[in-house]
């Protein structure tokens, strides 16, 4: 006889009976009969009794090989998923700023094109805009004239180290 068996025995005659007859324990563990007497002390033979009853090793067994046989979804460490979205966002900063450093260039290629330019020795080149006041600053650093909406005016008394040539280029003019 098995032991849930000889549990089960066990657990029905405590239950008829009310009392532990010694007999049907001699059958038993020792585990199996301390089991026993905590059970009718703490008056759970009946709670046993239908534990064991819907108790079904069969089922349990074909539960636990469904449980083990079922497929498991792979988990994605957290670390891949970030990488992944940290890739996309500095592929699309990176788009963003070719765009914005190549139509840069564009704008300052066409001004450069376009607009009047002075050139100041071999060195310096600087874009002369119409209105702007500003100071016009040699290659050494010095002040050697300031210029005036749309007139350039040079200090006589600047200091100058060497003589350097200034070219004025107009672009719009020359094919006049």
């Known amino acids: 006889m098995s032991s849930e068996l000889r ?102 290629t066409r001004i450069s094109q376009e607009s009047i330019r002075l050139k100041m020795g071999e060195d310096g080149t600087k874009i002369i805009r119409e209105g702007e006041n500003r100071q016009i600053v040699s290659v050494s650093g010095k002040v050697v004239g300031e210029q005036m909406g749309n007139k350039i005016h040079y200090d006589p008394n600047a200091e100058i180290d060497e003589l350097i040539y200034n070219e004025l280029e107009d672009p719009l003019r020359e094919n006049i």
């Open 7 to 108: 549990l089960k025995s066990v657990l029905e005659d405590i239950r008829d009976s009310g009392k532990i007859d010694p007999r049907s324990l001699k059958e038993l563990t020792v585990q199996e009969r301390q089991l026993i007497r905590d059970l009718h002390n703490d008056g759970l033979v009946n709670e046993a009794l239908k534990f064991i009853v819907d108790l079904d090793p069969d089922q349990e067994w074909l539960s636990i090989r469904e449980k083990m046989s079922s497929p498991k979804i792979q988990m994605e460490p957290l670390w891949k998923c970030v990488l992944r979205y940290a890739a996309i966002f500095i592929g699309i900063l990176s788009i963003a700023y070719f765009f914005q450093t190549g139509s840069g260039t564009e704008n300052e």
